[in-house]
């Protein structure tokens, strides 16, 4: 059974439970992050713990833990969840329990909430199909919330749509990002994502990305990108700590491209796998980059 851990303890999922009156029940009160973990290294972990920091801040809160007493939490889930693949770790903090009323009674004790799931095997051989969507969302995208619901009927619209896996968003006639992913666009070899603003989520996996391409001489760029330049594309990507970078291959019923993963793309998932080798060997660099377990 798995093991989770919930306010200072590690218990069997199936035994964890939280108050109704839970602010993060009640109002969606509360912010979340994602740590990839590849072989039993954790990816930039330093980075995920600050944007974490950033999306409590931003919502009037403080860190409950040090990053050494996240770290500990992070180690103790991984150790009891072992399953020999690449895993994600889901930590989930509430403001905690509280009378339902919107304004918020300080000092509360947070709910603090962790679990351990693996990453699915991603095959990108044919890629994947998307839409487009007017960004439905809240003006503070950047904050990493727990209320998700907007994303939740996007992809849900893109399923019913045409089976689509994503849905990249639209605000003011520029791309902002994906439901739940960053975007890239290929134009005659040039890798371009948004720039960063309240609109889209900081993506770790997006600045990776970015980082890696400009390691590799391949070169990307941040700026705008307008409806009509993502259309025109030759190529679309989608980035998360899960997906890693997934061609998009069907946009709006419509091939990007010729409609097959570009060269670009294949370029840089080569240097991506190549990273994520070396993370899981340990050997990806300092303590910037990865935080070894074991």
Same mark, same amino acid.
């Given at each position: ?41 954790? #990816?930039? !972990?330093? &980075?995920?713990? +600050? *944007?974490?920091?950033? /999306?409590? %801040? =931003? $919502? ?91 994303? #939740?009927? !996007?992809? &849900?619209?893109? +399923? *019913?749509?045409?089976? /689509?896996? %994503? =849905? $990249? ?126």
């Amino acid at each position: 059974m798995e093991t989770v851990w919930l306010n200072g303890k590690f218990l069997p999922a199936a035994e964890a439970t939280v108050p109704v009156l839970d602010r993060g029940f009640i109002f969606g009160d509360g912010v979340y992050e994602v740590v990839p973990v590849f072989g039993s290294h954790i #990816v930039r !972990l330093e &980075e995920h713990l +600050r *944007r974490l920091r950033r /999306s409590l %801040e =931003a $919502i009037y809160m403080e860190s409950p833990y040090s990053d050494a007493e996240w770290g500990a939490v992070i180690d103790g889930l991984l150790e009891r969840n072992p399953c020999g693949r690449d895993r994600s770790v889901y930590l989930h903090v509430t403001r905690g329990v509280a009378p339902r009323e919107h304004v918020i009674r300080n000092p509360l004790a947070p709910t603090v909430f962790g679990m351990c799931t693996p990453i699915p095997e991603r095959i990108y051989d044919k890629g994947l199909g998307v839409i487009t969507h007017a960004d439905i969302r809240w003006q503070y995208c950047d904050i990493k919330a727990i209320s998700l619901l907007p994303g #939740v009927l !996007l992809r &849900e619209t893109a +399923r *019913r749509a045409d089976g /689509s896996a %994503e =849905a $990249i968003l639209l605000r003011d006639g520029l791309v902002t990002e994906g439901a739940a992913s960053n975007v890239f666009v290929v134009h005659a070899g040039g890798v371009r994502t948004p720039a960063k603003s309240h609109h889209l989520l900081p993506g770790v996996t997006r600045d990776l990305v970015v980082e890696l391409l400009l390691g590799a001489d391949m070169g990307c760029s941040e700026g705008s990108i307008s409806e009509a330049e993502l259309r025109a594309a030759d190529e679309v990507w989608l980035t998360s700590s899960t997906m890693g970078i997934a061609p998009v291959t069907r946009l709006d019923g419509k091939p990007v491209g010729d409609g097959r993963p570009g060269r670009v793309w294949h370029a840089a998932d080569r240097v991506y796998q190549e990273y994520k080798h070396r993370v899981g060997a340990g050997t990806a660099g300092g303590p910037a980059l990865t935080r070894a377990l074991r």
